[in-house]
């Protein structure tokens, strides 16, 4: 890191320079931030299957002086977006040998002696979202925002999952997200852990397996697939049967447990989207009890989770010192010290994300049970109007249709046509039992290609692009409307 710290300033640029990172996970990832914070300047993380025209933008937006290019599956197609202006650094050790070189700098520089001095209130690293709905926009932090929020999770794990000292931990998610940002690297910080990083998607389970990480975090999607992939092995009926048998019951889980890589995971964590109930129960008769967590990046993740009790479908209470309340709109409203800064170089956006008393605008609605548990009911600007005036939130009757495991599934391999659409059908009556008339589905469509990062409708994530998905279908919709059959195969 100091090497690398004393190769940063040769090149002279100025304090506070806005220096770039475009790798998957690795150490050299982490190596590469701290060394930019050592040479004083602040850094930029960003998607490693970041589209090339985004990522032009992206530099253009920041002013990028320089970026780290590492462990990376399309840079023949990125690189030449990458401005003139902008300094390559190459993380040679995984192949890409443009611009400067990693190895050079190890053998030519001596560390830095004195790292930069910062003060808590500086911009220290600016995080692109991944552009669910639009154009990523740079979400401003200082350290302090990092500090608070670590403290306060280190505090969570110990008290409620026993996190060990010096714990071991599995990287995967993307470290330019703000969850595995604080889960993993920050984390790493405050409590001397192991990091173990997945080799490849296609490694993903034999890696994680082998690690036996002491927490793991993973989106709905994620859950869903381990799900997958079990009943793959073993079906439901013969679990269900094994589950029942008292002695047998505990050597099941427990070798499930470990076959996935959760033997020793306290914490058992899902965010980024909602996950069906259905889907939590399931893991729960397993002995695996996921703990939703609710933030996103503009409040450094530093939201709501389930604690001391957890309650399937909310996501648990407020975290400490974090203020919450809701608009008129029940949208969700936060506030705390770890709060962005701002959108770099959005002023206006800025000021419109922000209450006069200094609440962000989470865009979530959501509403509080009782005794304080939070349930997500969808987003502000999801919600649509009938031609009859009734507003409706897709979000909760999307998670009913997720109860249908057919759904979120590559289908029509193992099931013939006729199977899925009975399938649908009977989700669409049981769905339109249970809500407004004026909510009622009308129809289902079947995409003949999935929703993928490849193609542009998902974020880096795992989220649907509402947006992009919207475009492509729209002039289809009164044609899908006025089919005779409840199921279109588009």
Same mark, same amino acid.
């Given at each position: 890191m100091r090497k690398i710290a004393s190769g940063l300033l040769s090149l002279n640029f100025p304090s506070r320079s806005n220096i770039a990172i475009l790798s998957k996970n690795c150490a050299q990832w982490i190596i590469s931030d701290l060394a930019i914070t050592m040479a004083g300047h602040?850094?930029?993380?960003?998607?490693?299957?970041?589209?090339?025209?985004?990522?032009?933008?992206?530099?253009? /937006?920041?002013?990028?002086?320089?970026? @780290?290019t590492g462990k990376l599956d399309d840079y023949e197609l990125q690189s030449p977006l990458i401005p003139s202006s902008v300094q390559k650094i190459s993380i040679d050790f995984y192949g890409i040998r443009d611009g400067i070189l990693l190895? #050079?700098?190890?053998?030519? @520089? +001596?560390?830095?002696?004195?790292?930069?001095? *910062?003060t808590d209130e500086e911009l220290y690293t600016i995080m692109y979202t991944s552009g669910t709905t639009g154009t990523p926009k740079g979400v401003m932090f200082n350290m302090k925002a990092f500090d608070h929020t670590t403290k306060i999770l280190v505090e969570y794990l110990k008290k409620l999952e026993n996190l060990p000292d010096h714990p071991r931990l599995f990287s995967y998610l993307p470290?330019? =997200?703000?969850?595995?940002?604080n889960l993993t690297e920050m984390l790493a910080f405050y409590s001397g852990a192991t990091i173990s990083f997945v080799?490849?998607? !296609?490694?993903?389970?034999?890696? $994680?397996?082998?690690? +036996?990480?002491?927490?793991?975090?993973?989106?709905?999607?994620?859950?869903?697939? @381990?799900?997958?992939?079990?009943?793959e092995k073993m079906p439901q009926q013969r679990l269900d049967f094994?589950?029942?048998?008292?002695? &047998?019951?505990?050597?099941?889980?427990?070798? &499930?447990?470990?076959? $996935?890589?959760?033997?020793?995971?306290?914490?058992? #964590?899902?965010?980024?989207?909602? &996950?069906?109930?259905?889907?939590?129960? *399931?893991?729960?008769?397993?002995?695996?009890?996921?703990?939703?967590?609710? #933030?996103?990046?503009?409040?450094? %993740?530093?939201?709501?989770?389930?604690?001391?009790?957890?309650?399937?479908?909310?996501?648990?209470? %407020?975290?400490?010192?974090? !203020?919450?309340?809701?608009?008129?709109?029940?949208?969700?409203?936060?506030? =705390?010290?770890?709060?962005?800064?701002?959108?770099?170089?959005?002023?206006?956006l800025t000021a419109e994300s922000f209450t006069p008393d200094g609440f962000f605008k989470t865009g979530d609605q959501g509403k509080l049970d009782k005794d304080g548990f939070l349930t997500i009911t969808g987003r502000v600007k999801d919600q649509f109007k009938t031609d009859k005036g009734k507003y409706v939130s897709p979000t909760p009757i999307e998670m009913k249709m997720l109860k249908?495991? !057919?759904?979120?599934?590559?289908?029509?391999? %193992?099931?013939?046509?006729?199977?899925?659409?009975?399938?649908?059908?009977?989700?669409?009556?049981?769905?339109?039992?249970?809500?407004? /008339?004026?909510? /009622?589905?009308?129809?289902?469509?079947?995409?003949?290609?999935? *929703?993928t990062i490849a193609n542009g409708l998902m974020t880096p994530t795992l989220k649907v692009k509402r947006n992009e998905v919207e475009k492509i279908h729209l002039p289809n919709y009164p044609k899908w409307y006025a089919e005779n059959s409840e199921v279109v195969w588009a």
């Open positions: 602040v850094s930029v993380p960003l998607y490693a299957n970041c589209a090339p025209a985004s990522l032009k933008q992206i530099l253009e /937006h920041c002013d990028a002086k320089a970026i @780290f190895s #050079g700098w190890l053998n030519k @520089f +001596q560390p830095i002696q004195s790292p930069a001095d *910062w470290l330019c =997200h703000i969850a595995e940002r080799e490849s998607l !296609d490694t993903f389970a034999r890696d $994680l397996m082998l690690v +036996q990480p002491d927490l793991f975090f993973g989106v709905p999607r994620i859950w869903a697939k @381990f799900q997958e992939k079990i009943l094994l589950l029942k048998l008292p002695l &047998i019951n505990s050597v099941v889980k427990k070798a &499930i447990q470990k076959k $996935l890589g959760l033997s020793k995971a306290g914490l058992k #964590g899902s965010g980024a989207a909602p &996950i069906p109930v259905v889907l939590l129960n *399931w893991f729960s008769k397993l002995g695996i009890n996921i703990r939703e967590i609710y #933030g996103m990046t503009e409040n450094c %993740a530093l939201a709501y989770a389930n604690q001391e009790e957890i309650r399937f479908g909310t996501v648990g209470k %407020a975290l400490p010192k974090v !203020d919450v309340k809701f608009s008129e709109e029940d949208e969700i409203l936060t506030r =705390h010290i770890a709060l962005t800064l701002g959108y770099y170089r959005e002023p206006a249908n495991t !057919d759904i979120e599934q590559v289908c029509g391999k %193992a099931k013939s046509r006729e199977e899925i659409s009975k399938s649908l059908v009977a989700t669409l009556t049981e769905i339109n039992s249970q809500v407004e /008339h004026y909510e /009622h589905l009308k129809r289902a469509v079947i995409m003949s290609t999935e *929703w």
